[in-house]
């Protein structure tokens, strides 16, 4: 029985090799972007899968919306809550690292407790877990490192140069990290030292140190447990501020990369998004294989009736039927690995990762293509065979076979569905690269072209000064500065206001503060708009401040005529509480808002104050047509100043699109994706004008005989699709308007949605509709009608 259906089905399938072509294009394609999507979704799902305690291990969040905490917190944790089992802290560094005459700075360098590795998932290739980072000035390497820095050689013993002053000694060697851990660990450094080496303290207070910090939970505990205790264990430290500012929480290890923006925007979004694309694409490949089935009945009822004549049963066809959907599926399955194989590269280059079809291909994942094989053939075969199979013999081998308006609804409506999904799609695209445009173009209150960036921050206070100066005088350098953060980077230090000058009715005392030194406006041509600018050589202007019009409208002031503010710093006791010392000023300038971090975060209010001396970002404007010659100057200099530093930079531009790169990743995919959705769509329309076509040859010579245009022959085969696709159209308007909508809350600054785009989109799917259709319309429009007639 299994080989007459597999007979049966090969002689149909090369007897319509126009429709076999077309389903298994279209149910390939539908795979291949299936099994795309998949691979990215299940590698983003299973960010730090590989530790085998991942549904233990929290993030202590102390800040919101910030992974930082105090050193002096693990400890205190792990003493307080017998739930915890195991404390880990993280320190990330960007140190000078240098071997022999190599030396570059390590962006992946982590001080680490030794209980690192009880924690997490870290496989020593070499060296002894448990004393690695016990021993003083000892440091662990990943594979990339070792070969990095020793090619061939054992690492074990060999020595680095730390910032140029601290040899550290290669203790083990760990296994390169998998893509998908949220932290990039190239090294692991003992954190007894990083006191010393770093230069503040990072483990005995509970404010400062930028700290990240794990806990592993004893089995079963529930994080909502250890938090209900968190407001008691605020209140035994009688700090009056930890209470108000600490927003004490703890986040799944698997949540931190996917449902928080510590380290990308919330890639769940993106999950979320790509797997419908890939669930829809599917659907609409296998909606093709219904319609041309459906629409083909017709020409197989006489073989319906035969078999039925001749003793085949109902179950016995619908098995026919479903069998050769699956067969359909099956070749489309295996022809879709391949692309996929393919296509892997192409994705990698565009979102800059490595993953594999081996990694994807795993027990699991067989078992997930086996379901969806079986559903989809199901799917695509269940309709049809209920259909072919409920012919009754006696009708159809008297050729009075009736054309059901059922299955003409189920077409339409499936067509419909296909270009509704495909507008969208189109739609989607424009409105993202709309945004990004927006971006991109929008004037963000500072110049950021031709602007050179350095990152001076291991140098002494008074040599980056000095540098600074002479870099002034280089002929194509038109400004510089200092400061502590550069505008686009976010970097803003979080202060307390005085008491005295918080706003009435203001949710909370917190306000941003950054410093900088007088040629910082110049560099990057940001608006005085009120007062004067701040002096260096002025005693007084070292205590005043600057505001921004934020800040101005948040005090709730109409000028600066008198007005003072201030901000708490501190300093600790011997007995290692802390004091607040306040640091009062006169506001002497307001400068025009701009945009200090990206566009997803409104511009907060700030004041700004002259440096402080320590401050390691620099900012260089060159002169336009000037570029390259000025930042081979600007390297020259810094050999002269920084002999043992390798000169790397950054232009602020550069810097800027790469705060974009995941939308602007995602507005190509989806640009590809929609493309691929129309391509899928219009196969499917090909394949029933086609048909249609072909059934109604006979009507189309006698309207031609009789005189009929080939304009007005086009126009009877094209309309009622055309029709359907406006319907998708005005169906499809209103839903891309909600979803992108919803999409573009997450910037703080963004376009307003213009009804254009979509009648654009729905147009551009209209026109491509529009040549298929009539593509197959004026063949048949143009066809001899003696043949046609003499062939009835």
């Not at 294989?289 to 619908?318: D, F, P």
């Not at 510089?480 to 979080?494: E, F, I, M």
Request: hydrophobic share 45%.
């Amino acid at each position: 029985m299994i080989f007459t259906s597999l007979k049966i089905t090969l002689r149909n399938l090369f007897k319509n090799r126009l429709y076999s072509a077309i389903n298994l294009i279209g149910l390939t394609i539908g795979f291949a972007s299936f099994l795309l999507i998949s691979v990215y979704v299940k590698e983003e799902l299973n960010y730090d899968g590989f530790n085998k305690n991942a549904d233990r291990i929290v993030l202590l969040q102390q800040f919101e919306n910030n992974s930082a905490s105090g050193g002096k917190l693990a400890g205190d944790i792990k003493a307080k809550f017998a739930q915890v089992e195991k404390t880990v802290r993280l320190k990330n560094a960007n140190p000078l690292i240098k071997f022999e005459q190599n030396a570059y700075y390590e962006a992946g360098f982590y001080f680490a407790d030794s209980t690192v590795f009880d924690v997490f998932t870290f496989p020593l290739l070499k060296g002894n877990a448990a004393t690695a980072l016990k021993e003083q000035y000892g440091v662990v390497i990943s594979e990339s490192i070792a070969q990095k820095y020793f090619q061939n050689k054992n690492p074990i013993g060999q020595s680095f140069i730390y910032d140029n002053k601290t040899t550290l000694h290669v203790t083990g060697v760990m296994k390169n990290l998998p893509e998908n851990a949220h932290l990039k660990i190239d090294f692991l450094a003992n954190y007894a030292n990083a006191n010393e080496l770093i230069g503040w303290d990072v483990t005995d207070n509970y404010w400062g140190g930028g700290v990240w910090t794990y806990l592993l939970l004893a089995p079963g505990t529930k994080t909502a447990a250890i938090e209900s205790q968190f407001p008691a264990y605020l209140k035994q430290l009688n700090d009056a501020n930890a209470a108000g500012v600490w927003k004490l929480k703890l986040i799944s290890l698997r949540d931190i990369y996917l449902n928080t923006s510590l380290i990308a925007s919330s890639p769940i979004t993106y999950v979320y998004i790509f797997s419908f694309i890939a669930i829809f694409i599917l659907l609409l490949a296998s909606f093709n294989y219904i319609n041309l089935a459906t629409a083909c009945a017709a020409s197989r009822a006489k073989e319906v009736g035969v078999r039925k004549v001749m003793g085949s049963s109902k179950n016995q066809l619908r098995w026919q039927f479903i069998s050769e959907a699956a067969l359909f599926v099956f070749v489309s399955l295996l022809l879709a690995l391949a692309v996929t194989g393919l296509g892997l590269p192409a994705l990698n280059t565009l979102l800059e990762k490595k993953y594999s079809l081996l990694s994807f291909i795993d027990f699991r994942s067989m078992i997930y293509l086996v379901v969806v094989f079986i559903l989809l053939s199901v799917f695509a075969g269940i309709y049809p065979a209920l259909i072919l199979s409920s012919y009754r013999p006696v009708t159809v081998l008297k050729g009075e076979l009736v054309n059901r308006s059922g299955k003409q609804l189920l077409r339409r409506t499936l067509v419909v569905l296909q270009f509704t999904v495909a507008v969208m799609m189109i739609a989607a695209t424009f409105i993202t690269y709309q945004q990004l445009s927006y971006v991109r173009n929008k004037n963000l209150g500072y110049q950021r072209s031709q602007i050179l960036t350095l990152d001076l921050r291991d140098a002494p206070a008074n040599v980056k000064e000095v540098f600074k100066q002479e870099v002034k005088k280089i002929a194509s350098v038109e400004a510089a500065t200092r400061a502590y953060g550069l505008p686009g980077s976010g970097l803003l230090q979080g202060q307390k206001l005085v008491s005295d000058f918080v706003p009435t009715g203001a949710k909370d005392a917190s306000i941003k503060r950054l410093t900088f030194d007088e040629d910082y406006l110049k560099t990057f041509d940001i608006k005085l708009v009120e007062g004067r600018m701040l002096n260096a050589s002025s005693v007084a202007d070292k205590k005043a401040f600057l505001i921004n019009e934020a800040a101005k409208k948040y005090f709730n002031w109409k000028t600066i005529d008198g007005k003072k503010t201030g901000y708490y710093t501190f300093q600790y006791k011997p007995d290692g509480s802390y004091e607040e010392i306040p640091m009062r000023g006169e506001v002497v300038g307001v400068i025009a808002d701009y945009n200090h971090a990206d566009l997803k975060t409104t511009i907060l209010p700030a004041i700004y104050s002259l440096n402080e001396g320590w401050e390691g970002q620099m900012g260089i404007k060159l002169k336009a047509g000037a570029v390259g010659g000025g930042v081979e100057q600007v390297k020259k200099l810094w050999k002269q100043f920084f002999p043992d530093k390798p000169f790397e930079y950054n232009f602020l531009d550069a810097v800027f699109d790469k705060t974009y790169k995941a939308e602007n990743k995602t507005a190509q995919l989806f640009g590809l994706f929609a493309g691929l959705i129309v391509m899928i769509s219009c196969l499917g329309l090909l394949g029933l004008i086609t048909y249609v076509s072909n059934t109604r040859r006979k009507e189309i010579g006698i309207r031609k005989v009789l005189g009929a245009s080939v304009g007005s022959i086009m126009q009877l085969l094209a309309k009622e699709f055309i029709v359907l696709i406006v319907a998708a159209c005005f169906i499809a308007f209103p839903l891309a308007w909600w979803a992108m909508n919803k999409w573009l809350e997450s910037f703080a600054y963004r376009i307003d949605i213009k009804w254009e785009v979509f009648f654009v989109a729905g147009f551009v799917v209209l026109l491509i509709a529009f040549l298929t259709v009539s593509f197959q319309a004026i063949r048949a429009a143009t066809a001899n009608p003696v043949k046609s007639l003499k062939t009835e």
